[in-house]
């Protein structure tokens, strides 16, 4: 057996490891929750039905947002439910006549400050959950910006053992 010598591991840095890898999970559990939410807004901020039962449309919706990524879902996010102040709502046209129609929508209007801190802090959260993401990026570490998302989720605990790391 042509094996490199093993070190063996103080039980300081295994404990540092375990705690690194708990924090590190308790991230992708929270980001997971993010992906869940907005698949509910997705779904609900808009409910209609025309011509058909308002329970297979809404039922439509939901099958369609469970399908949608991430990525897709911060898209959509930000064309239909978050708009800023700037942008003016364009009425759809009405249904026939001859078809009862029901439709209501909800949106969350911001400033377009707001909106674009808004529209960059959610494609941040795309990018941290995308595979082979960078956890630690120097340019911008965890404890720094507006979105630290790993260190705000672990409520800095990652920070203090980081001289130590």
Request: hydrophobic share 35%; with cysteine; proline share 6%.
């Amino acid at each position: 057996m042509t094996g490199l010598p093993i070190q063996p591991i103080d039980e300081e840095l295994q404990t540092l490891q375990r705690e690194v890898q708990r924090m590190l999970g308790r991230c992708l559990l929270r980001l997971q929750q993010y992906e869940q939410l907005m698949k509910a807004i997705v779904a609900h901020h808009e409910i209609s039905a025309s011509g058909s039962p308002l329970e297979s449309n809404q039922a439509e919706r939901i099958a369609d947002a469970a399908n949608k990524t991430l990525g897709t879902l911060v898209g959509t996010l930000l064309g239909t439910y978050v708009t800023s102040g700037d942008q003016d709502e364009v009425a759809e046209p009405d249904a026939p006549d001859n078809i009862i129609s029901f439709k209501m929508k909800m949106s969350l209007r911001m400033s377009a400050a707001d909106f674009d801190t808004t529209q960059n802090d959610l494609k941040e959260l795309v990018l941290l959950q995308q595979p082979g993401a960078p956890l630690y990026r120097p340019a911008r570490p965890l404890e720094s910006g507006r979105m630290p998302w790993c260190a705000r989720v672990l409520g800095g605990g990652l920070q203090s053992r980081r001289s130590t790391l």
